[in-house]
Nanobody, 122 residues
Framework: VQLQASGGGLVQAGGSLRLSCAAS????????IGWFRQAPGKERERVSV???????NYDDPVKGRFTVSRDTAKNMAFLQIDSLKAEDTAVYYC?????????????????WGQGTLVTVSS
């Protein structure tokens, strides 16, 4: 299984980015897909999840600014990030789990992907 996040970069506060997660070895419509991030010196935290049924959840700091989606035909997931803030600076990771609970509540995915760095300048 391989998960590769991409789309990160340097952006000014207030700007937008669209992160992508490409998967091989898993079929997205069988898994919940989660986005997590880890800022320098901080623990990894959850950002958003989309269940295998298409239901979405967001952690409070990103509600209203982040939008998670997926394209099951292409086995890709996306995280649209708008109104970026300096505190959004982090490495963003995608992950998958057959259990939504394990992914979102326990933060125990079946697979982690490689991250993509988002840097927001103020």
């Amino acid at each position: 299984v391989q998960l590769q996040a991409s789309g990160g970069g340097l952006v000014q506060a207030g700007g937008s980015l669209r992160l992508s997660c490409a998967a091989s070895g898993v079929t997205f419509d069988e898994y919940a897909i989660g986005w997590f991030r880890q800022a320098p010196g901080k623990e990894r935290e959850r950002v958003s999840v989309i269940s295998k049924y298409g239901d979405t959840n967001y952690d409070d700091p990103v509600k209203g600014r982040f939008t998670v989606s997926r394209d099951t035909a292409k086995n890709m997931a996306f995280l649209q990030i708008d109104s970026l803030k300096a505190e959004d600076t982090a490495v963003y990771y995608c992950s998958v789990a057959k259990s939504w609970f394990n992914l979102w509540i326990k933060i125990m995915p079946d697979y982690w992907g490689q991250g993509t760095l988002v840097t927001v300048s103020s």
